[in-house]
């Protein structure tokens, strides 16, 4: 059974600062890994979708990057802004468009 | 083009009654998937359809249905609701290939009292 694990589970930086979130997961076997925010009571958009061939992905200040092996992704968010904070999600899909996720990183990031 | 729209945004019912959910995926997209958000136990997948076809299915009592029409829409229906059944449920709609990037609406918050 894939399990999804997210380190830390808040963290809270001065604005300006450069900062990384941690997912694992315990299966190789995915078909993509995806990075999620969350603003509180809303629902999920979607950051980056990287696929299982793939190392990394960049949007903008956002890059994440997979290491399917070892079972881990990284999210690394450049010069943060008060905007930026939220909860992370990362999820894996193993099949049929079904998503496991992580309990999530909450970040605070502050003016 | 227009997101995915969930239907209603809030809901407030009791122990015991039912409640359904809708959800209508993006244009073009053909499989939706629900999951549950709690403060406890995070998001967990319920159930995922394509071409009205329930492919896959998580751990969740019986209590928890869901169907797909041929327009791709989808509702979700909990009976014999228990307090533990508040959540937000949130529905997800892609392409279907399991590479494809899925999309989330705004979510229903359900409260049972």
């Known amino acids: 059974k894939q399990e999804v694990t997210q380190i830390p589970a808040a963290l809270s930086v001065p604005e300006g600062e450069n900062l990384v979130l941690n997912c694992s997961f315990t299966?190789?076997?995915?078909?993509?890994l995806q990075w999620f925010r969350q603003d509180p009571g809303k629902g999920l958009t979607s950051l980056l979708l990287?696929?299982?061939?793939?190392r990394e992905q960049t949007s903008g200040r956002l890059n994440a990057s997979l290491d399917k092996s070892s079972g881990r992704s990284t999210l690394y968010i450049a010069a943060s802004q008060p905007g930026d904070s939220a909860t992370y999600l990362c999820?894996?899909?193993?099949?049929?468009?079904?998503?496991?996720f992580g309990k999530g990183t909450m970040l605070l990031v502050s003016p | 083009k227009a997101g995915v729209t969930q239907t209603p945004r809030y809901l407030i019912k009791t122990r015991g009654q039912q409640v359904t959910l809708s959800c209508s995926p993006i244009s073009g997209h053909r499989s939706v998937s629900w999951y549950q958000q709690t403060p406890g136990q995070g998001l967990q997948f319920l159930f995922e359809?394509?071409?009205?076809?329930?492919?896959n299915k998580g751990n969740f009592p019986g209590r928890f249905s869901g169907r797909q029409f041929s327009n791709s829409r989808s509702e979700m229906n909990v009976s014999t609701l228990e307090l533990g059944d508040s959540a937000l449920y949130l529905c997800?709609?892609?392409?279907?290939?399991?590479?494809?990037?899925?999309?989330f609406g705004p979510g229903t918050r359900l409260t049972v009292l």
């Open positions: 990287i696929q299982s061939s793939q």
């Open positions: 299966d190789s076997a995915i078909y993509n």
């Open positions: 359809y394509f071409s009205e076809t329930q492919r």
């Open positions: 999820a894996v899909c193993s099949g049929y468009s079904t998503l496991t």
């Open positions: 997800a709609s892609s392409f279907a290939v399991s590479t494809d990037t899925q999309y």
